[in-house]
């Protein structure tokens, strides 16, 4: 194994609450690579190559995560583009389990919803390294008409808005590891357990620091605050490391004494712009404006190396004999430490999960944690009462392929499944059919279920309960 070659492997998950891009910036990232032979650039946006079924293209939405291997300078970046619908939020733990970065995106329109807040969680759960995509700018130009101020005050209440749900966690953690050291036998906090405590400072987005880039997926154009450093570091003669800690936040820049300022520092009534909007946000308003051709801002500001320069690595090894290229399998005789591929010959071993090891004293990996629990539940029978095995086999392989289903038989001897909503289970029933099956099948109105618990003090009832046990022994 070359370990420097393992070093090159990228593998990033896209996340996002559902039409906020993913797939359109998964066609551009894909298209960017190996000069255009997986995918023209001018389709780009337009094919949804990752969204490999029918009934993806069929209803635009992504609904099984799909991978791809791709190439960005020295590296090899295993792509993994995931739904958004909360029905499917089990391929997004997948996933993020498959990956050592994600790149969230955010509407920079509708901002934060509620599936944003899931799939932040999911990727704290699974410790990626996040880097935020805020998606769909040209909107807040040709849709919203915002001005460069105004369209700067959106985007600094997304990035704090982002960054207190990312707080959140990290105080949720941090009490609870504080608990968790108090009832150690110690029951002091000593220095190291004080420096556990602080490991997860830098989880944070600021764009200064690489981790924000601004995008327009759809016509296939994206930025970085560091290409503008590096762009006016000799205009103005100052250094690029500079420019780029100060072009984002209450920086000003006075042209007369050619100095960086805060805003204390502004005289009364000064109608200075920040730097963001002075050398960002108003040149890009105006080429925008101006040239109405999207292939201009994508030759000026290319988006591959707006959101690709901001990989990490995670080593791992994996045995595989299958490279997932979105809509397709390409096979291989050898794999490097850190990719994500597929192995053929598994499903009599494999009932779910499982963590695949060349020695015995390997533990397995912790089971994924999902953000929903499967609730809708339906019974489901072959038209045909012949086809009972060809479903059974059917109902196993769905098992396999979908971690969050779930599949149960009732008291009455009916086969029950649970997946999470109405167009979960319209995927799986349609899986079922078409692909697993390959039987007609009828399926039953919807199950209630119920479910009892104890409230108070149960010492009583359990007493009760051994006391009618015992009465009724006698």
Known sequence: MDESDARNIRNICILAHV??????LADHLIASSGDGELLKPRLAGKVRYMDYLDEEQRRAITMKSS????????????LIDSPGHMDFCSEVSTAARLSDGALVLVDAVEGVHIQTHAVLRQAWIEKLTPCLVLNKIDRLICELRLSPMEAYTRLIRIVHEVNGIVSAYKSEKYLSDVDSILASPSGEITDESLELLEDDEEVTFQPQKGNVVFVCALDGWGFGVSEFANFYASKLGAKADTLQKSLWGPRYYIPKTKMIVGKKSLSA???TKPMFVQFVLDPLWQVYEAALDPGVMSRWLPLSDAVLSMAYIQEAELHSIYLMMGQGLKPVNEVKAGNVVAIRGLGPYISKCATLSSTRNCWPLASMEFQVSPTLRVAIEPSDPSDMSALM???????????FVEITVSARGEHVLAAAGEVHLERCIKDLIDRFARVNIEVSSPLVSYRETIEGDGSNLLESLTSLSLNTWD
């Open 269 to 271: 009534g000064s109608k």
């Open 393 to 403: 086999k059917g109902l196993r392989l769905l098992n396999r392929a979908d971690p």
């Open 67 to 78: 991978s791809i291997s791709l190439r960005y300078k020295d590296y090899s970046l295993n």
């Open 19 to 24: 039409d906020h891009g993913k797939t359109t």
